[in-house]
């Protein structure tokens, strides 16, 4: 059992509230009610999952994403600028836990299907070893309209962004990255594992036997570049960590980004703990966790954790707790991290939890996104035998609850802060999505009802 070494004046007395707070609204078969829930949100996502293509402004298989400016920007628009996306990342983190969820309940009839169509999208972003984060288009006509060479390029970038100059619109043209990578390499793993599971190995696709030499080729060690923001906020030198892009570094991107090739942001590297937490996980998920390379990552991530830079360490993350979720993701796939670092983060998220049920955030509106991250993380790391622990949950969940949306037959949540641009404006323009959000409080309800209700059940 976990001991709180902190304890929030009147946390102890409002946590044990929520037995009285979470049980009032209860019906009287409570996996039943859960279930409920997480069909809805599975009906959601179904619902509003493209179905067909209209390239290239949208894409069969995808769940989009809102890009959105908070703050004024240079190059990248003025305050409440904001756009639809088609991205690898977010649909194949929907994916993901749409597939954790079947694995462990095949009640969930409509998700094969759902799976069905968004593999294959992913699968459209692979290029080379690795993934990229956007399709492979032509230059925006704005762009092409003024350089005539412009018809014979294709640049990697957003599909509804708007594109102000040729610069711009080069030095966006981004190499494939080891988050997009690690989530889609997992994306293929689980899909397979669920065509499997259900007699379908004709519908088996490509995926590879090992992942982690692809990742090892691009680590920060002896590099004689180093990134601003990292260095900014002490992340170290040498780390060891995975570095973010699959790419060389040029200082002088950014002032003159290759028209034709990909680049790099900024022209430099960089290190962010969260993706090196689903970079774990993927390599777990593929049983590389223990290799000398995934360790020295881990043990970059923990000394992050150690010295209180959680929530700096995640250059691309901008909501508070991204990388807990993250690494109690990998946790539960077999990364050990250690009794002490767990007890560390199980701490942090009981005191920071609010009276209401909810986890803050430094941006306005994200409360109910980094709940989910924070709940998601406590669900998963939390013995289910730890009943004072239990009702801190259950009162996030509670939470939750109140923040759903429903239509006829399904419900969702509002998008968060998904991830961001990235370095000082990781908090002024990001990328949220419905549809994630709604896959994470299903994702919550789901791990709470498999671990405290099912398992304890059984047990008796």
């Known amino acids: 059992m976990y001991a709180l070494l902190k304890i929030r004046p009147g946390l102890l007395i409002a946590t044990l509230s929520v037995q009285f707070i979470f049980a009032g609204s209860l019906s009287a078969d409570e996996s039943e009610r859960l279930h409920n829930f997480i069909n809805r949100a599975i009906v959601y996502l179904n619902q509003v999952q493209v179905k067909s293509d209209s390239i290239p402004y949208r894409y069969k298989g995808e769940w989009g994403s809102e890009i959105v400016n908070l703050k004024d920007l240079p190059l990248l628009g003025f305050k409440g600028y904001s756009c639809y996306d088609s991205n690898c990342f977010v649909t194949s983190s929907i994916h993901n836990i749409l597939a954790d969820i079947f694995l462990k309940d095949t009640t969930f009839r409509l ?251 430094k941006i306005s509106g994200n409360e109910l996104h980094s709940s989910l991250y924070a709940l998601n993380a406590l669900i998963n790391m939390v013995d289910k035998r730890d009943t004072l622990l239990r009702l801190a949950i259950e009162k996030g969940l509670a939470f939750v609850e109140r923040g759903a949306k429903f239509g006829p037959d399904s419900c969702f949540w509002e998008g968060g802060a998904f991830f961001s641009v990235g370095g000082i404006a990781r908090k002024s323009q990001i990328w949220r999505s419905r549809a994630y959000t709604t896959a994470l409080a299903a994702e919550a309800f789901n791990s709470y009802q498999r671990k405290f209700i099912q398992d304890c059940s059984l047990s008796k």
């Open 111 to 361: 998700i094969p299907a759902i799976l069905d169509l968004s593999v294959a999208n992913i699968l459209s972003f692979k290029s080379e070893k690795g993934f990229n984060f956007w399709h492979e288009l032509s230059v925006p006509e704005n762009i092409r309209n003024r350089f005539t060479d412009m018809n014979k390029i294709t640049r990697r970038r957003s599909n509804h962004f708007d594109y102000s100059s040729n610069y711009t619109s080069c030095l966006f043209n981004i190499y494939n990255d080891a988050d997009d990578t690690a989530e889609a390499f997992r994306s293929v793993g689980l899909y397979n594992k669920i065509c499997l599971q259900n007699g379908s190995p004709e519908k088996l696709v490509w995926k590879p036997d090992s992942i982690g030499w692809i990742f090892n080729a691009y680590r920060d060690v002896g590099r004689s570049h180093l990134n601003y923001y990292n260095f900014y906020k002490a992340h170290g030198t040498n780390t060891g960590a995975f570095l973010t892009w699959f790419g060389r570094e040029r200082y002088t991107t950014f002032l003159f980004p290759d028209r034709k090739g990909h680049n790099l942001p900024l022209g430099i590297n960089d290190i962010d703990c969260v993706v090196n937490a689903n970079i774990l996980t993927a390599l777990a998920e593929y049983g590389e966790e223990n290799s000398p390379e995934a360790k020295q990552s881990l043990a970059w991530v923990i000394k992050m954790i150690e010295n209180e830079k959680c929530n700096s360490c995640g250059y691309y993350y901008p909501s508070s707790f991204a990388l807990f979720y993250a690494l109690s993701k990998a946790i539960v796939r077999g990364v050990e991290i250690g009794s002490g670092v767990e007890q560390n983060i199980v701490n942090q998220l009981i005191v920071s939890q609010k009276v209401d049920g909810s986890w803050g955030d």
